[in-house]
């Protein structure tokens, strides 16, 4: 087991290889993250502020999140006209997904904003897309972190669905290794996989703590 794994480590092929499906990992998982925050963010806004818009957005989020991934990557290129091997489907689906995934913690997050907050702000003249940016939305940032840490491990984990139909990134490691027999790919993708995964959630805890730089001066002044 560890001389196979050695072995495949040491192949520059290998290591260059494991380079560019890394890279190829992060950007399939993080560019629908950010374009998936992009959508739910002023989406979550109308519903939050229309309950009848909440009322159908809800249940269709959650439909939504429940269709297989493989399924969803191969129905894509047939709405959009993409050829099935694009990494484009791969982007174009786990934004879905995570646009379903943030849709409830933006609501919940506004929601949470202190209703005396916010008419103070309307009272000093906010207009609503003013309050909501300057206001309302960096409140709800710790709330709306916490969905984006689940959204982000789940698309670096969904990702390895789509190496099933060629697309690439640390699946198809996990398709390479179970083709050849081969264990050493696939104990590497799953390393860098969980690894990936930790890193960028320790980027979205910091991220999240130094936008929310209140919740510092709160937890001193209680100390």
């Known amino acids: 087991m560890w001389e196979d794994l050695v072995r495949y480590l040491s192949s ?10 890394l890279l190829e990992h992060i950007y399939l998982s993080l560019t629908p993250l950010l ?7 002023p ?8 309950p009848r818009v909440r009322a159908v957005l809800l249940p269709a989020a959650s439909i939504l999140y429940t269709v297989p991934s493989l399924a969803l ?12 091997l694009d990494s484009i489907n791969v982007v174009v689906a786990l934004t879905l997904y995570t646009s ?32 909501f940016l300057a206001v309302e939305l960096p409140l709800a940032v710790p ?25 690439g990134g640390l699946g198809v490691l996990f398709t390479e290794g179970f083709r050849t027999r081969y264990l050493a790919p696939i104990v ?12 960028v959630d320790l980027l979205l805890v910091a991220l999240r703590r130094w936008l929310t730089p209140w919740e510092r001066v709160e937890v001193g002044a209680r100390t």
Do not use: C, K
């Not at 990557?73 to 099935?84: H, K, M, Y």
């Not at 590497?188 to 890193?199: C, F, H, Q, S």
């Open 35 to 41: 374009l998936g925050v992009v959508v739910a963010v």
């Open 100 to 131: 379903a995934l943030l849709l409830r913690p933006v609501i919940d997050a506004l929601t949470a904003v202190p209703d005396h907050i916010t008419a103070a702000a309307t009272a000093m003249g906010y207009q609503p897309a003013r309050r």
């Open 143 to 167: 709330v709306l972190a916490a969905g984006l840490r689940v959204g982000a491990v789940s698309n670096i984990s969904l990702v390895s669905v789509g190496a099933l139909i060629g697309t």
């Open 73 to 84: 990557f191969v129905v894509i290129p047939g709405i959009i006209g993409t050829l099935v």
């Open 188 to 199: 590497v993708g799953i390393v860098l996989t969980l690894a990936l995964a930790l890193v």
């Open 43 to 50: 989406i979550g806004w109308l519903a939050h502020r229309f």
């Open 12 to 21: 520059a092929n290998n290591r260059e290889l494991l380079g560019s499906q």
